[in-house]
């Protein structure tokens, strides 16, 4: 295991989808209902909001110790997001399902509207969120932030799954506008298995999205031999494009169809330069160290006609030569990602039938020697670990909890 928990556990335009795989479409607000899953960066390291609340991690702990279900809610919870985190949380052994709210379905039976949510909840207003231990909000950028300051403030941890926390505040601004709390910027950034210390102490935790977990986790083992460029081609199922209906995501506009979208603009541009900018050990083969602000990236997302997964297609050129063989580099990602329950390196390229419905990422790297690149592919559940599975990983780890426990 790279981290222990024990060492602290009509023709698509990029408007029409500039977010698809982002958490502005995470949401639950009147105008893009259920529009979607947070599927959405920030460097990984801890701003303001990642200062502890002793009174309400101690809450947490001690119940959790006692035997008593952690109560969790979920605000936005009509959307792919939140309803299927609803869903995990109703199975989850240690938690209790205590509120899931919806601005525009408020007082309407939870079941009602989802029949798979066996529950006897109703949707409540953001407002009428009463207390909980932890809370997922799965609303789009920009008005997840305040709902996400008045929770901290009321003492209760937070794992956001928008786009808010993801980014320092000047990176924010040129990619979202002005946050309205930058000194809570960035939050500790929830890719679980690459900064699981910072999530076990954290009170706010920004959930990865989809697009930057698959590409990250299948990039950040090759940081230690530096990474000088790196081209991402990744594919996305439609739900990636969230739940609100739209002419670019119809049956007949997706169907039989594959289009590349968000060319140079896609939002997860920024969060996954930040994963990847860092010091590095390598020097260039061309001559230059490789730089700490990270490797000249390239990402090109793409729209396919399923409806969930994700594959990630990674070229890069190393700072190293001469340059690994594949039997070396898969021996370095399997030690890398030794004993992580969630991530498996595979002998031939992954399959999206073996990861759909899981929490797992499943990864396969290889060396084209003609090129002299690294070939690396990841393949994920957008709605599962480049979403709800993750958010779920997190509050496991932040409250103490097995980490598969819900996943599995």
Same mark, same amino acid.
């Given at each position: 295991?790279?981290?222990? =928990?024990?060492? +602290?556990?009509?023709?698509?335009? *990029? %408007?029409?989808?500039?977010? #698809? !795989?982002? @958490?502005?479409? $995470?949401?639950?607000?009147?105008?893009?209902?259920?529009?979607?899953?947070?599927?959405?960066?920030?460097?990984?390291?801890?701003?303001?909001?990642? =200062?502890?609340? +002793?009174?309400?991690?101690?809450? *947490? %702990?001690?119940?959790?110790? #006692? !035997?008593? @279900?952690?109560? $969790?809610?979920?605000?936005?919870?009509?959307?792919?997001?939140?309803?299927?985190?609803?869903?995990?949380?109703?199975?989850?052994?240690?938690?209790?399902?205590?509120?899931?709210?919806?601005?525009?379905? *408020?007082?309407?039976?939870?079941? #009602?509207?989802?029949?798979?949510?066996?529950?006897?909840?109703?949707?409540?207003?953001?407002?009428?969120?009463?207390?909980?231990?932890?809370?997922?909000?799965?609303?789009?950028?920009?008005?997840?932030?305040?709902?996400?300051?008045?929770?901290?403030?009321?003492?209760?941890?937070?794992?956001?799954?928008?786009?808010?926390?993801?980014?320092?505040?000047?990176?924010?601004?040129?990619?979202?506008?002005?946050?309205?709390?930058?000194?809570?910027?960035?939050?500790?950034?929830?890719?679980?298995?690459?900064?699981?210390?910072?999530?076990?102490?954290?009170?706010?935790?920004?959930?990865?999205?989809?697009?930057?977990?698959?590409?990250?986790?299948?990039?950040?083992?090759?940081?230690?031999?530096?990474?000088?460029?790196?081209?991402?081609?990744?594919?996305?199922?439609?739900?990636?494009?969230?739940?609100?209906?739209?002419?670019?995501?119809?049956?007949?506009?997706?169907?039989?169809?594959?289009?590349?979208?968000?060319?140079?603009?896609?939002?997860?541009?920024?969060?996954?330069?930040?994963?990847?900018?860092?010091?590095?050990?390598?020097?260039?083969?061309?001559?230059?160290?490789?730089?700490?602000?990270?490797?000249?990236?390239?990402?090109?997302?793409?729209?396919?006609?399923?409806?969930?997964?994700?594959?990630?297609?990674?070229?890069?050129?190393?700072?190293?030569?001469?340059?690994?063989?594949?039997?070396?580099?898969?021996?370095?990602?399997?030690?890398?990602?030794?004993?992580?329950?969630?991530?498996?390196?595979?002998?031939?390229?992954?399959?999206?039938?073996?990861?759909?419905?899981?929490?797992?990422?499943?990864?396969?790297?290889?060396?084209?020697?003609?090129?002299?690149?690294?070939i690396v592919i990841s393949a994920i559940d957008n709605l599962m670990k480049g979403a709800s599975g993750q958010?779920?990983?997190?509050?496991?780890?932040?409250?103490?909890?097995?980490?598969?426990?819900?996943?599995?």
């Amino acid at each position: 295991m790279h981290q222990t =928990a024990s060492d +602290t556990t009509e023709t698509l335009t *990029a %408007a029409d989808l500039h977010d #698809a !795989g982002d @958490a502005t479409l $995470a949401t639950d607000v009147d105008a893009t209902e259920g529009a979607g899953f947070a599927l959405g960066a920030a460097a990984p390291g801890q701003g303001a909001a990642a =200062a502890t609340s +002793t009174g309400s991690r101690g809450q *947490a %702990a001690g119940a959790t110790a #006692a !035997g008593v @279900a952690v109560k $969790a809610a979920v605000v936005g919870g009509s959307g792919y997001t939140g309803a299927l985190l609803a869903e995990l949380l109703l199975r989850h052994p240690h938690a209790e399902l205590a509120a899931i709210s919806s601005e525009s379905l *408020a007082g309407t039976p939870v079941h #009602a509207h989802a029949p798979r949510l066996r529950t006897g909840l109703s949707f409540c207003s953001v407002a009428e969120l009463g207390a909980a231990d932890v809370a997922f909000v799965c609303t789009p950028h920009g008005e997840a932030a305040p709902v996400v300051k008045r929770l901290l403030d009321d003492g209760v941890r937070v794992i956001d799954l928008s786009a808010d926390f993801r980014l320092d505040a000047a990176t924010y601004g040129e990619w979202y506008g002005e946050h309205p709390f930058p000194e809570l910027t960035p939050a500790v950034y929830g890719l679980t298995e690459l900064h699981r210390d910072e999530v076990a102490a954290a009170d706010l935790v920004a959930n990865p999205g989809c697009y930057p977990t698959a590409t990250l986790l299948g990039l950040t083992p090759l940081k230690a031999l530096g990474l000088v460029d790196v081209v991402v081609d990744a594919k996305s199922g439609v739900s990636g494009a969230g739940k609100a209906p739209k002419a670019s995501t119809h049956f007949c506009s997706v169907d039989s169809d594959l289009v590349a979208y968000g060319v140079g603009t896609h939002r997860h541009q920024p969060e996954i330069a930040a994963g990847l900018a860092g010091e590095v050990a390598a020097v260039s083969a061309f001559g230059a160290d490789a730089a700490a602000a990270g490797p000249s990236l390239t990402f090109v997302p793409h729209l396919v006609p399923l409806q969930r997964g994700i594959t990630a297609t990674m070229y890069a050129r190393l700072g190293t030569f001469p340059l690994p063989d594949a039997a070396a580099l898969t021996a370095l990602y399997r030690e890398f990602y030794a004993g992580e329950p969630f991530v498996e390196v595979c002998d031939a390229p992954p399959q999206l039938k073996d990861v759909t419905g899981t929490n797992s990422c499943r990864i396969h790297v290889t060396v084209d020697e003609r090129s002299g690149r690294v070939i690396v592919i990841s393949a994920i559940d957008n709605l599962m670990k480049g979403a709800s599975g993750q958010a779920l990983q997190n509050m496991n780890v932040m409250l103490g909890l097995p980490e598969t426990a819900g996943l599995l």
